[in-house]
């Protein structure tokens, strides 16, 4: 079966630096998406890695690792708006549809 | 450049009345996806049509569900009978070409509570 596993929650303190992970099972791999939600409104595409490594954008970055079915999100120098969910998510092959995780909630504080 | 649009945001209906959704693309986006999340658990695809044509359609839960795309622009997501299970969110997303990876646009969702 598919399945994406993300932590249902993770809390953090503004200027900290939080990391959450990732790990898939499916029956095929074309890459690794994150999005963010806010407030159950649009999810908004954060970032991609179909190669192994570290992508970087602006204050985020998202890893792979093909071989450990594994990926993260890294989130820098935390701000309040960035509380929100956020989704890792499959695509198994091109073009195809996207496979979510349940989603992780992240609350910043001041 | 407008994103994707869905109509209406919230619609609240009673078991066994009919109910259907809008979603406009992306202009000159030839792929539609549908997705649900049902509360508490997560975003699940339901279907994808390239341009009028469905695609794929694994996810569709049962055949209450009809989905349409006339002239590969807009497409509607048709409830009926509805459940009370069909409750949930239903996002609509657009991405362009197929041949490489293009990210996926969501639209804001139709909040559909059966009652």
């Known amino acids: 079966g598919q399945s994406l596993e993300q932590p249902s929650e993770v809390t953090a303190v503004e200027g900290a630096i939080v990391q959450i992970n990732c790990t898939y099972q499916t029956s095929g791999f074309y890459g690794l998406s994150w999005y963010q939600q806010h407030d159950g409104g649009a999810p908004t595409f954060l970032s991609y890695n179909a190669l192994d490594g570290l992508e970087e954008t602006g204050r985020f970055s998202s890893f792979l690792s093909r071989s450990d079915s594994y990926g993260y999100l890294l989130l820098q120098e935390l701000q309040m708006k960035d509380s929100a969910s956020y989704f890792c998510a499959v695509r198994e092959r091109a073009g195809t549809a996207l496979i979510f995780g349940k989603g992780t909630t992240l609350s910043v504080s001041s | 450049e407008a994103g994707v649009t869905q109509f209406p945001s919230h619609s609240v209906i009673e078991k066994g009345q009919t109910v259907t959704l809008r979603c406009d693309p992306i202009?000159?986006?030839?792929?539609l996806y549908w997705y649900r999340r049902v509360m508490g658990k997560e975003i699940k695809f339901l279907l994808h049509?390239?341009?009028?044509?469905?695609?794929?359609e694994s996810g569709m839960p049962n055949n209450r569900f009809l989905a349409e795309r006339t002239g590969g622009t807009y497409s509607t997501l048709k409830v009926q009978p509805a459940e009370l299970e069909d409750s949930g969110v239903y996002f609509c997303?657009?991405?362009?070409?197929?041949?490489?990876?293009?990210?996926?646009?969501f639209g804001p969702g139709t909040r559909l509570t059966v009652l």
């Open positions: 202009s000159g986006h030839d792929n």
């Open positions: 049509f390239v341009k009028e044509s469905k695609q794929d």
């Open positions: 997303a657009s991405s362009q070409a197929r041949s490489s990876y293009n990210e996926q646009f």
